[in-house]
Antibody
Framework: VQLGQSGAEVKQPGASVKVSCRIS????????LHWVRQAPGKGPEWLGG????????IYTEKFQGRVTMTEDASTDTAYMDLSGLRSEDTAVYYC????????????WGQGTLVTVSS | EIVMTQSPATLSVSPGERATLSCRAS??????LAWYQQKPGQAPRLLIY???TRATGIPARFSGSGSGTEFTLTISSLQSEDSAVYYC??????????FGQGTRLEIK
């Protein structure tokens, strides 16, 4: 499995950003993709992902209402849309795929730097 | 939310020696803990999952132990390429996942 992400973005406060993650080696429906971000000098932070037990996407409470994760099966591409951007959203955003039958994140995309600045 | 606390923040060890990194969970997470290695400009790389199982391609000098709330990553016979930041991650409350703040390992 390989995850290839879209390029860096610079956005103004209040804007939205959409990051894509192209999957190769598997189809998007075979993976339960998640999204993790990492602000400069900080540890990773989980945003949300697909829960195969429920068949639904779940988002961390901190981002409820601001983040939307979708998939396009025709292109095997996943998307993460974050709205209402503020300076503290400046981070590298990763799409990740967990191990089968385990919650550890085995496969990581290369990351997409999103910079929020006026 | 389960809070993960790593110690020490920075560790400096000589080549060939052993490094011991700690991770504490704010509540019991059974064995559902992973360790990652991150080098500058790279995505984190999975080292250990389920507390003690090495991921594919990870050398045997990396080992993990612990249970409940206290966990340890041990790197024996340190090499220069082991210089990195190491993160622990809990996934007991799947899919509500949390990471520690990291330990920076420096090779003297």
């Amino acid at each position: 499995v390989q995850l290839g992400q879209s390029g860096a973005e610079v956005k103004q406060p209040g804007a939205s950003v959409k990051v894509s993650c192209r999957i190769s080696g598997y189809t998007v429906t075979e993976l339960s993709l998640h999204w993790v971000r990492q602000a400069p000098g900080k540890g990773p932070e989980w945003l949300g992902g697909f829960d195969p037990e429920d068949g639904e996407r779940i988002y961390t409470e901190k981002f409820q209402g601001r983040v939307t994760m979708t998939e396009d099966a025709s292109t095997d591409t996943a998307y993460m849309d974050l709205s209402g951007l503020r300076s503290e959203d400046t981070a590298v955003y990763y799409c990740v795929s967990p191990l089968p039958e385990d919650g550890a994140f085995e496969i990581w995309g290369q990351g997409t730097l999103v910079t929020v600045s006026s | 939310e389960i809070v993960m606390t790593q110690s020490p923040a920075t560790l400096s060890v000589s080549p060939g020696e052993r490094a011991t990194l700690s991770c504490r969970a704010s509540q019991s997470i059974s064995h559902r803990l992973a360790w990652y290695q991150q080098k500058p400009g790279q995505a984190p790389r999975l080292l250990i999952y389920s507390t003690s199982t090495r991921a594919t391609g990870i050398p045997a000098r990396f080992s993990g132990s612990g249970s409940g709330t206290e966990f340890t990553l041990t790197i024996s016979s340190l090499q220069s390429e082991d210089s990195a930041v190491y993160y622990c991650q809990q996934y007991n409350n799947w899919p509500l996942i949390t990471f520690g703040q990291g330990t920076r390992l420096e090779i003297k």
